[in-house]
């Protein structure tokens, strides 16, 4: 039977376990943590606005994120077919068309929660909503990018969202050096997206999507996804020395350079590697984001 047979006569219901394993719910850290970045930087006392807060981290995890791997995998479940034929789609615990039906279910809630956030929250959903469905869906397909499909990424998972916490508890918009450390932070997550294609790395080749490990192999993207990680940390460091913070600006250097062990060990064996790395190096890099959003807090620089 074809998978378009397929998707016209299952009516089966998808199980909730499949349903949140579509979700991916590991992957709302980053967007979370980087909203609760834009919170502390924003220099606004939490308890003035906890509504805004909670609202916020809710539509950043599990909403907005959860969406956006419910919808990628929706446009990516021939890929995956190939890659990982066990995911909730591929493997029919999410049957039919229930993916599409989940990924539209949700960009709608995700918009209505969007909307208690005012209109810088609401801005910012909107985009958050319609780059997942950029990055994944034709004719548009961002994905078949290995530069605009991770930078966009990057941008939705630690740059929108620092952006918006901090605009959020300000009700304004955020100030300059606010902007640029989420700017810096969303770059350094293209290396961390292109690490994340090496497991889809077969599958991408088979079917078109032109991610750096498949355009420049497995070493080259690696080393690639390092400097492009690390440079963006420099300049933080930089910059937090320019605005009197040295000691910020240490603790960021010292995880830096607890990255670039971790990427010594990477580039040994990029493809086994890249797993160990998003559990070890990412830990570092977001930590050192927190830290410069406290350094932001001190300056009162929201």
């Known amino acids: 039977m074809s998978v378009s047979e397929t998707l016209q006569t299952d009516l089966r219901y998808p199980a909730p376990r499949a349903v949140l394993r579509l979700l991916k ?90 909307a208690l956030l005012g209109p810088w929250g609401f801005g910012a959903t909107v985009v958050g909503v319609l780059a997942a469905w950029a990055y994944s869906a034709e004719p548009v397909r961002l994905k078949r990018s290995g530069i605009w499909g991770p930078g966009l990424v990057g941008l939705c998972y630690e740059g929108l969202p620092w952006f918006t916490g901090a605009a ?10 606010v902007v640029t450390l989420a700017a810096l932070y969303a ?41 492009v990680m690390a440079l963006p940390q420099v300049a933080v460091v930089a910059l937090l020395l320019g605005w ?31 797993p160990w790395y998003n559990a070890t190096g990412v830990t570092f890099y977001v930590t050192g984001m927190m830290i410069s959003a406290t350094a932001l807090r001190a300056m009162g620089a929201g």
């Open 25 to 114: 719910p590991i992957t709302w850290f980053p967007p979370i943590w980087a909203y609760l970045c834009g919170v502390v930087a924003s220099g606004a006392p939490v308890s003035s606005a906890p509504f805004l807060v909670l609202v916020g981290v809710v539509l950043a995890g599990p909403v907005v994120c959860g969406m956006s791997q419910a919808a990628n995998d929706w446009c990516d479940r021939h890929v995956d077919a190939i890659n990982e034929p066990d995911r909730p789609i591929p493997s029919g615990a999410v049957p039919g068309r229930w993916g599409l039906w989940i990924a539209l279910a949700m960009s709608g809630l995700a918009l209505g929660l969007g």
């Open 168 to 177: 959020v508890l300000s009700a304004g918009a955020p100030s300059w050096p």
């Open 187 to 227: 770059l350094g997550a293209h290396g961390i997206m292109t690490l994340n294609d090496f497991k889809a790395l077969e599958g991408d080749r088979q079917t078109g999507v032109n991610s750096l490990p498949v355009t420049l192999g497995p070493a080259r993207a690696a080393r690639v996804a390092c400097w």
């Open 244 to 274: 009197d913070r040295p000691w910020h600006a240490a603790a960021v250097a010292a995880l830096l350079l607890a990255q670039l062990w971790a990427m010594r060990v990477l580039l040994s064996d990029p493809k086994g590697r890249a």
